[in-house]
T-cell receptor, first 112, second 112 residues
Framework: SAVISQKPSRDICQRGTSLTIQCQVD?????MFWYRQQPGQSLTLIAT?????????ESGFVIDKFPISRPNLTFSTLTVSNMSPEDSSIYLC?????????FGSGTRLTVV | DAKTTQPPSMDCAEGRAANLPCNHS???????VYWYRQIHSQGPQYIIH???NNETNEMASLIITEDRKSSTLILPHATLRDTAVYYC?????????????FGQGTELSVKP
């Protein structure tokens, strides 16, 4: 299975600022996925990031709020823009590999 | 993808088998049943998947009913480290751009 390195592991940010989360994979992958997990909730898919094209966002998520970059087949970033306390969540990236999906360890974001 | 229904929580005694049910009555012929689990503060971890035959690996067994409308994940000898949220997900291999959609899952508590 692919190994994912996600940074930062946690952060505390001021409202109105932006945070960029990085996801590095140890092998080339076609699709990368970004999820949000709000406190006590299940995972919600934010978007699918393909290399060389714009990300595809799920209903309720927009590019202005969650811009995504995918410069190559091993790396992606998710930015949480103009943050509010409601953005406090765990953000995870994921890739498809082998017989299943592999997930990063997540970024725990607290907005104050 | 077909919708799944799982009990919100279950308890299991340490050393006993944990049997986690999942209903997926609208599953179609080309959709697989996947199981993932999420231990607190970690990213989800792949457990097992199957199409119609029962499957077993080093982590668990998956029993799928003959009509494929339900399945059971079996952890044969549950340990305290198996305490986690378990997600049953149904998806086709080439559906919707490959994304994985999570339901609410079952919170399994393994007690001494």
């Amino acid at each position: 299975s692919a190994v994912i390195s996600q940074k930062p592991s946690r952060d505390i940010c001021q409202r109105g600022t932006s945070l960029t989360i990085q996801c590095q994979v140890d092998s080339q992958v076609t699709m990368m996925f970004w999820y949000r997990q709000q406190p006590g909730q299940s995972l919600t898919l934010i978007a699918t990031a393909n290399q060389g094209s714009e990300a595809t966002y799920e209903s309720g998520f927009v590019i202005d709020k969650f811009p995504i970059s995918r410069p190559n087949l091993t790396f992606s970033t998710l930015t949480v823009s103009n943050m509010s306390p409601e953005d406090s969540s765990i953000y995870l990236c994921s890739v498809v590999g082998g017989s299943g999906y592999t997930f990063g360890s997540g970024t725990r974001l607290t907005v104050v | 993808d077909a919708k799944t229904t799982q009990p919100p929580s279950m308890d299991c005694a340490e050393g006993r088998a944990a049997n986690l049910p999942c209903n997926h009555s609208t599953i179609s012929g080309n959709e697989y049943v996947y199981w993932y689990r999420q231990i607190h503060s970690q990213g989800p971890q792949y457990i097992i998947h199957g199409l119609k035959n029962n499957e077993t690996n080093e982590m668990a067994s998956l029993i799928i009913t003959e009509d494929r409308k339900s399945s059971t994940l079996i952890l044969p000898h549950a340990t305290l480290r198996d305490t986690a949220v378990y997600y049953c997900i149904v998806r086709g291999l080439r559906n919707q751009g490959g994304k994985l959609i999570f339901g609410q899952g079952t919170e399994l508590s393994v007690k001494p």
